[in-house]
T-cell receptor, first 116, second 111 residues
Framework: GAVVSQHPSWVICKSGTSVKIECRSLDFQATTMFWYRQFPKQSLMLMATSNEGSKATYEQGVEKDKFLINHASLTLSTLTVTSAHPEDSSFYIC????????????FGPGTRLTVL | GQQLNQSPQSMFIQEGEDVSMNCTSSSIFNTWLWYKQDPGEGPVLLIALYKAGELTSNGRLTAQFGITRKDSFLNISASIPSDVGIYFCAGQLIGNEKLTFGTGTRLTIIP
């Protein structure tokens, strides 16, 4: 149980284009999902908290107009990197909260974004 | 953002050896979590600790929640090749689902 998927697993795009990454909770409903970014050999840094049906809460220093988050259902959240640039190249990981009272987060397998 | 300090940063051990790593914070957390991340994958939860002083095992893994609530350690006994990876601690506060991650400990097993 508590499986989280991400799609795509990797993506290469040209500078200036937009890329959408999906995060799905497969066997549970997640009222809250989280988006992290991880640069090579570094830890996970929280970008934003996504709550179903409401606006995402962004961490300090994360541009909300650049990283658009939509959490339209209890099993799907999307992150769109708009006008991507090479410095946006990173490993993007989502997690979903089980909502079972323990606030346990289950992580997706990540999406490797490379911007040329 | 805030990060928890993990030590050591990396470890090179031989198969069969025991491993010990720890995580410290300048502030208190109510929950400590230990994750393992394989290359190109998301973190996988290993152990969750909810009470100060708690000692919890999961197979060959043992973790403890420090009495001061500002630290935690993870031990791995009799390491095997599949233990290779990066281990992250994470702290969580009551009523706040956000996780604060540690800097990570990279474990390598020398043949």
């Amino acid at each position: 149980g508590a499986v989280v998927s991400q799609h795509p697993s990797w993506v290469i795009c040209k500078s200036g284009t937009s890329v959408k990454i999906e995060c799905r909770s497969l066997d549970f409903q997640a009222t809250t999902m989280f988006w992290y970014r991880q640069f090579p050999k570094q830890s996970l840094m929280l970008m934003a908290t996504s709550n179903e049906g409401s606006k995402a809460t962004y961490e300090q220093g994360v541009e909300k107009d650049k990283f658009l988050i939509n959490h339209a259902s209890l099993t799907l959240s999307t992150l769109t990197v708009t006008s991507a640039h090479p410095e946006d190249s990173s490993f993007y990981i989502c997690s979903a909260s089980s909502g079972d009272g323990t606030d346990t987060q289950y992580f997706g397998p990540g999406t490797r974004l490379t911007v040329l | 953002g805030q990060q928890l300090n993990q030590s050591p940063q990396s470890m090179f051990i031989q198969e069969g050896e025991d491993v010990s790593m720890n995580c410290t914070s300048s502030s208190i957390f109510n929950t400590w979590l230990w994750y393992k991340q394989d290359p190109g994958e998301g973190p996988v939860l290993l152990i969750a600790l909810y009470k100060a002083g708690e000692l919890t095992s999961n197979g060959r893994l043992t973790a403890q929640f420090g009495i001061t609530r500002k630290d935690s350690f993870l031990n791995i006994s009799a390491s095997i090749p599949s233990d290779v990876g990066i281990y992250f601690c994470a702290g969580q506060l009551i009523g706040n689902e956000k996780l604060t991650f540690g800097t990570g400990t990279r474990l390598t097993i020398i043949p």
